[in-house]
């Protein structure tokens, strides 16, 4: 497609479940990214992938959450155990090269919601 | 430490009427500042971007934003606001050597008709 993907839209998880949520990047970008996007807040930085190197994961809370990217292409971040807290928009982005200057596009994001 | 401030949770402006939204930002090193939309049910695009050169940048719908490095802001005006541009706007910084973007909390600006 045109835009990036994710998948699904909606997800909605027990206490404890493991989850896998899916993004589809725009075709032949070298970078993505994974943000995580609370209630009321600012999207705030996950992870990092240039192609299938997992270049920057500072922002994972916890090691619950676990990215790959084996192909250089589709990416998916997995929540173990999940828990209330990681209830928020999950949302993906990819660009062409590095971040520096180059715009990243946006996926419409996941809304991940732990009962 | 960096740090995006967004003072606005939410402005109401009536449609045809001038708008700004606040953004101030605190690095130690140089930054890029960018401007993204998110339209309600979509996902964010970009609005407009500071990389370097002329500090004031414009939209191709008529925003534009000043960077202003003494007062470490980047504001984003419109002259006469639409009723389509109600929407979220986040203000986000690149710092250099980071691999992310750092955002801020975000202004709702809802125009009236």
């Known amino acids: 497609g045109a835009g990036v993907s994710q998948s699904p839209r909606y997800k909605v998880a027990k206490r404890g479940q493991d989850v896998a949520l899916r993004c589809d990047p725009i075709s032949g970008h070298v970078s993505l990214f994974w943000y995580q996007q609370a209630l009321g807040q600012g999207p705030e930085f996950l992870t990092y992938?240039?192609?299938?190197?997992?270049?920057?994961k500072s922002g994972l809370p916890s090691d619950r959450f676990f990215a790959e990217r084996p192909e250089g292409s589709v990416s998916t971040l997995k929540i173990q155990r999940t828990q209330q807290e990681d209830s928020a928009v999950y949302l993906c982005?990819?660009?062409?090269?590095?971040?520096?200057?180059?715009?990243?596009?946006f996926g419409q994001g996941t809304r991940l919601t732990v009962v | 430490a960096q740090s995006v401030t967004q003072l606005d949770s939410q402005v109401p402006v009536f449609e045809e009427a001038p708008v700004e939204l606040r953004c101030n930002y605190s690095s130690s090193v140089s930054v890029y500042l960018f401007w993204y939309v998110q339209y309600p049910n979509q996902g964010l695009q970009l609005l407009l971007k500071y990389l370097s050169g002329s500090t004031l940048v414009e939209s191709i719908n008529g925003f534009e934003a000043e960077f202003n490095k003494s007062q470490t802001s980047f504001h984003l005006r419109k002259p006469s606001v639409h009723i389509s541009d109600t929407a979220e706007y986040f203000c986000?910084?690149?710092?250099?050597?980071?691999?992310?973007?750092?955002f801020g909390t975000g202004t709702r600006l809802t125009v009236i008709p």
């Open positions: 986000a910084v690149d710092q250099t050597g980071a691999n992310n973007l750092f």
């Open positions: 992938f240039q192609n299938e190197a997992q270049l920057d």
């Open positions: 982005a990819s660009s062409l090269r590095g971040l520096r200057g180059t715009e990243a596009f």
